[in-house]
């Protein structure tokens, strides 16, 4: 042979033999092929086989190579190359499997010339269609916290492709509570190339329109995958699971200053809240006006008691008016409805007690006192009365007086009363019985004292004020809330 020729002949031996280990390396990912053992393949798939032909020398063809196998396996000689150091010649063998493969089968080979193969045969077995979770992973993240109504939040899509084939991505579905929305904005269908990842973004919001409670909640994706590049195409499902927090913007840091345990106990505090201070205002002109509103006071254990109460009777009147449940969650909207309607239903309740106490003031003072009483008697009302002897005063004109009872229109107060001793009179257990506050005591002293002549009873004659009288409302100046004085003054 000329020398050109037998390189050319080296040349075509090289590359032959490339082509031919690149096609063993690639038919890796399709299953696992050796010379002496048998290989797995899948329905529709295919793998390779190593066959060696010993001969003494490369000149010339290559030694034909005979295959023989069932029905539902096809095989064809895709490359072959001789081994100079093993003195053999290579050859890949393409072993393919029909859809319906299903039983292991036994394919032989043999050379033309009767030279020795390595293998002579090779078993052949249906290998399992791989799991949709061994060929790729899905994964989300969620840029927040908590959600909450209103703005949306982006949800990240993160597949990864597992296997060394190229991988194409379709119909990515989310699904949730009822309340959530969700808004693909990657774009699906894509494909992944081997041993890498794909990020899609999709975007989830609540719009009110359906309750999604506080809480935790799933979020679940799917997503169907397939390899393009296999005849039948394989297909598979894979799906991720994300637990987000629902919540209400703002809301447990309202709670935590509020010092509520939960939103349940919102709505009666809040109408206690508002009774309370509404009253504290409605009385701000009064001799015995309410104290204004503290949380500490909310927080005691009867206001505990009734504002848990209050909250019962919301939870329970709630869904009957607006058709949503509260007690398993709620959302803004909610927060809005409950607070409007707390703060509504306690100005309502302080406006209509307001409103009897007025009525009942105006009506008892019509025959309470009488102007021009005199001291005894008055006392002996006062008594029947079951009002005590120590009163709130106020100045008027500008004397003090001692607040009885009032309304909005106009209240009733009296000149203080002296009891005055009668010679050497000891007037001592009288002074002793006011000091404690005792009034059946004080009472029954004074008129005893008076029957024995020991002691005078009269009404102070400031400002020729000598009885109860009634002065109109907004025309006097109280003093701070909580002071108080005896109507009855011992000299």
């Not at 390595?118 to 994964?139: F, G, H, L, N, W």
């Not at 003093?479 to 003054?489: C, D, R, S, T, V």
Request: net charge negative.
């Amino acid at each position: 042979m000329p020398k050109t020729d037998c390189r050319r002949s080296s040349i075509s031996h090289w590359l032959a033999a490339f082509v031919l280990a690149c096609l063993v390396w690639t038919s890796h990912a399709n299953a696992a092929a050796s010379e002496d053992s048998g290989f797995a393949v899948e329905p529709g798939g295919f793998g390779t086989v190593v066959v060696r032909i010993k001969a003494a020398t490369s000149h010339g063809t290559a030694p034909k190579l005979v295959t023989v196998a069932p029905g539902d396996i096809t095989t064809s000689v895709v490359g072959a190359a001789y081994d100079s150091d093993s003195k053999a010649w290579t050859y890949a063998v393409k072993v393919s499997a029909d859809d319906g493969f299903a039983n292991q089968g036994l394919v032989a080979f043999s050379a033309v010339g009767g030279l020795k193969t390595s293998p002579d045969q090779i078993m052949v077995k249906p290998a399992p269609v791989p799991r949709a979770a061994d060929v790729a992973t899905m994964e989300l993240y969620i840029d927040a916290d908590t959600m909450s109504e209103g703005p949306p939040t982006q949800i990240f899509v993160k597949v990864s492709n597992l296997s060394d084939e190229e991988l194409a991505l379709k119909d990515l579905h989310f699904s949730g509570a009822a309340g959530f929305t969700f808004s693909l904005a990657a774009p699906i269908p894509a494909t992944v190339a081997p041993h890498s990842i794909f990020v899609a973004t999709e975007t989830v919001q609540m719009t009110g329109a359906e309750i999604v409670g506080t809480g935790n909640h799933a979020i679940l994706a799917t997503l169907d995958v397939s390899r393009p590049g296999r005849n039948p195409a394989w297909k598979g499902s894979i799906s991720a699971e994300k637990q987000v927090t629902v919540g209400v913007l703002g809301m447990s840091d309202l709670l935590k200053l509020l010092q509520i345990p939960s939103f349940l106990f919102l709505p009666g505090f809040l109408m206690v809240a508002t009774y309370k201070a509404l009253r504290a205002f409605q009385t701000r002109k009064s001799p015995t006006p309410e104290k204004d509103v503290q949380i500490s006071d909310l927080l005691a254990p009867g206001m505990l008691v009734i504002s848990v109460t209050l909250s019962g009777a919301m939870a329970g009147l709630y869904p009957l008016v607006t058709k949503r449940q509260i007690l398993f969650g709620y959302s803004l909207t909610d927060v809005v409805y409950v607070w409007a309607a707390s703060i509504i239903a306690g100005y309502a309740v302080a406006t209509a007690v307001e409103l009897v106490l007025d009525a009942r003031d105006k009506s008892l003072a019509r025959s309470r006192f009488v102007v021009g009483e005199a001291p005894l008697p008055f006392l002996e009302r006062l008594r029947r009365m079951k009002i005590s002897q120590i009163r709130p005063f106020i100045n008027y004109m500008p004397n003090r007086l001692l607040y009885l009872s009032g309304n909005s229109d106009n209240i009733w107060v009296a000149p203080e009363i002296f009891v005055k001793g009668v010679g050497t009179y000891d007037t001592t257990p009288i002074d002793e019985a006011v000091s404690l506050e005792k009034d059946e005591e004080v009472i029954e002293l004074i008129k005893a004292a008076v029957a024995a002549g020991g002691v005078t009873v009269e009404w102070s004659t400031c400002d020729d004020r000598t009885s109860p009288i009634q002065v109109p409302a907004g025309t006097y100046t109280k003093f701070q809330a909580g002071e108080k004085a005896p109507l009855i003054k011992v000299e």
